[in-house]
């Protein structure tokens, strides 16, 4: 629902859901000459939502 889905963004550290092109960009940074020492990592493109999970859950109670 609407009002879930703001619930959800007010929660979100930087307070905004990723678009496209958030993707876009940290898939160029990574086949970027910038980026030729970066291996075998993970790169979170969440706005923060990844260390708000647990909030997430127990502000919708749901578990993720």
Known sequence: ????????KEIIPLGEFISVDDIVNGVLFLTS????NITGQILAIDGGAGVANE???RLLNHDF
């Open 1 to 8: 629902s609407k009002e879930r889905l703001l619930k959800m």
């Open 55 to 57: 909030y997430f859950a």
């Open 33 to 36: 000459n910038k980026a030729l």
